[in-house]
């Protein structure tokens, strides 16, 4: 069966500082997956997706980017944190080109002070 | 753009109350509909969701949900709700819009019910 992993789970990281956040897929072969951002009444918003190894799809310009070194792994990350980054970071995935169900990992929360 | 709006940011409710979520997308092609559910501490899981054929969708939990076209809604209901249904839920639309992967699911901003047992 498929499992996804995110980790760290939880976070707190001074403004400047940098981020990584990562994302593992077990059990499937290329999959889409997608970087998503929780923030409390604002819904989840779409940060990046990725259909291939290298290819990065962004649907909100920020500070953040992120990088897919392998098939089943994503990588969300920021080379200075600002304070609006806080938030709760969803990866998912879902397989072909049509409109698939998406499975979310647990998420990562993290707080930039 | 495509978007979703979900009208109600908090819903409170006694056990037994019959419990109906709004939902309305904007996009005029074809449209592919979900529901999800965060229970608290827990993943966002999938509730149901709609792809074609059949406008009303039966989901997990006893919860359904109705596709009306001409309302661009897809509103989520259930009947009699049970304490362990307090959670946040999310309606989503998925259009054929992206050249991309058609897997991008434009989410609304959720709705948060909490069941008085």
């Known amino acids: 069966s498929q499992t996804i992993h995110q980790w760290p789970a939880t976070l707190v990281q001074p403004v400047g500082s940098p981020l990584s956040l990562e994302c593992t897929v077990e059990?499937?072969?290329?999959?889409?997956l997608y970087w998503y951002r929780q923030a409390a009444g604002r819904g989840l918003q779409l940060l990046f997706y990725?259909?291939?190894?290298?290819?990065i799809s962004s649907e909100v310009p920020q500070n953040l980017s992120a990088s897919r070194p392998q098939d089943r792994q994503f990588i969300l990350s920021s080379k200075k944190l600002l304070l609006s980054d806080s938030g709760f970071y969803l990866c998912?995935?879902?397989?072909?080109?049509?409109?698939?169900?998406?499975?979310f990992g647990a998420g990562s929360r993290l707080t930039v002070l | 753009a495509q978007s979703v709006s979900q009208h109600n940011h908090h819903v409170i409710l006694s056990e037994a109350a019959s419990l109906e979520l709004g939902c309305n997308y904007s996009?005029?092609?074809?449209?592919?509909l979900f529901w999800y559910v965060q229970y608290p501490g827990q993943h966002l899981q999938l509730l149901l969701k709609?792809?074609?054929?059949?406008?009303l969708v039966k989901g997990i939990k006893g919860f359904e949900a109705e596709f009306i076209k001409s309302k661009f809604s897809f509103n989520l209901r259930k009947p009699s709700v049970q304490w362990s249904d307090t959670a946040e839920y999310f309606c989503a639309v998925n259009g054929h819009l992206y050249g991309g992967s058609q897997g991008n699911l434009i989410f609304g901003k959720g709705t948060k019910l909490s069941v008085k047992p």
């Open positions: 998912a995935w879902n397989l072909g080109a049509g409109a698939n169900v998406l499975t």
């Open positions: 996009y005029g092609g074809t449209v592919n």
């Open positions: 059990g499937t072969s290329n999959p889409n």
């Open positions: 990725s259909v291939g190894i290298g290819q």
């Open positions: 709609y792809f074609s054929g059949d406008p």
